[in-house]
């Protein structure tokens, strides 16, 4: 028989490759169709999505995926579109599972990298530093404030957070509490865009964002004065 200490050490590396190999492909893709992509806007993302709701939202999943390890698109462009095309169950349910995908990969990819990329991280936005003393042990609350101050962009955060160790559960808890609000309000702004875009959804929808704004810059005021102050010693 063989040792199972030498068994052991080969199985995970199985298991790393068959994790690292679908971001690597649509890393790749993203590389490939840079050009054809960057730029596009959630109507001109139509034109590259199937007519059939079921393929269409397999595709926008897909592309969730593709932005979260390339950086192409904006993620509103894609919540957006999902709105414009798909009847409005869909989209809702689309976006959301759009939304864990794009939390999830790469954050698996701040796993396996390790302290290697969060002292990249760390060197290239020094706030990240100080902004950790929040963290204080609850890692629900720290994922979600690090996704409405202005520290680091979308999937940067999630690579930080996934190279620093933190529990899968909290992180995508956070995460999805901090950013529901934004893809709630794309997907409706799509929506309310496909059926005829009227003057008072419009007023109330910029009503919503900039009550959403002002609340993350006063959450993020707040995170300055924290991390102005001098830690304890």
Same mark, same amino acid.
């Given at each position: 028989?063989?040792?199972?200490?030498?068994?052991?050490?080969?199985?995970?590396?199985?298991?790393?490759?068959?994790?690292?190999?679908?971001?690597?492909?649509?890393?790749?893709?993203?590389?490939?169709?840079?050009?054809?992509?960057?730029? $596009?806007?959630?109507?001109?993302? +139509?034109?590259? &999505?199937?007519?059939?709701? *079921? !393929? @269409?939202? #397999?595709? $926008?999943?897909?592309?969730?995926? +593709?932005?979260? &390890?390339?950086?192409?698109? *904006? !993620? @509103?462009? #894609?919540?957006?579109?999902?709105?414009l095309l798909l009847p409005t169950g869909?989209?809702?349910?689309?976006?959301?599972?759009?939304?864990?995908?794009?939390?999830?990969?790469?954050?698996?990819?701040?796993?396996?990298?390790?302290?290697?990329?969060?002292?990249?991280?760390?060197?290239?936005?020094?706030?990240?530093?100080?902004?950790?003393?929040?963290?204080?042990?609850?890692?629900?609350?720290?994922?979600?404030?690090?996704?409405?101050?202005?520290?680091?962009?979308?999937?940067?955060?999630?690579w930080y957070l996934g190279s620093t160790?933190?529990?899968?559960?909290?992180?995508?808890?956070?995460?999805?509490?901090?950013?529901?609000?934004?893809?709630?309000?794309?997907?409706?702004?799509?929506?309310a865009l496909s059926d005829g875009l009227?003057?008072?959804?419009?007023?109330?929808?910029?009503?919503?964002?900039?009550?959403?704004?002002?609340?993350?810059?006063?959450?993020?005021?707040?995170?300055?004065?924290?991390?102005?102050?001098?830690?304890?010693?």
């Open positions: 028989m063989q040792d199972e200490s030498n068994i052991r050490p080969r199985a995970k590396k199985r298991w790393l490759v068959l994790l690292v190999l679908p971001p690597a492909a649509l890393a790749a893709l993203g590389l490939i169709f840079w050009g054809q992509l960057r730029g $596009l806007t959630a109507a001109e993302l +139509l034109n590259y &999505l199937p007519a059939s709701v *079921p !393929l @269409a939202a #397999l595709s $926008l999943i897909g592309l969730h995926g +593709l932005k979260s &390890l390339s950086l192409v698109f *904006p !993620l @509103a462009v #894609l919540q957006v579109a999902g709105g869909w989209a809702f349910a689309v976006n959301l599972a759009g939304m864990l995908v794009s939390l999830s990969l790469p954050y698996g990819v701040g796993r396996f990298t390790g302290n290697q990329l969060w002292r990249w991280l760390c060197a290239r936005f020094p706030r990240i530093q100080a902004i950790e003393r929040f963290e204080a042990g609850n890692n629900l609350l720290f994922a979600a404030i690090l996704r409405l101050v202005d520290v680091l962009p979308f999937d940067l955060v999630s160790g933190v529990a899968y559960g909290p992180y995508l808890a956070g995460s999805v509490i901090g950013n529901l609000a934004d893809m709630v309000m794309n997907t409706w702004l799509g929506i009227d003057w008072r959804q419009l007023l109330l929808w910029l009503v919503l964002k900039i009550i959403s704004l002002l609340a993350a810059r006063a959450l993020n005021r707040r995170v300055n004065e924290r991390c102005r102050k001098p830690t304890e010693t």
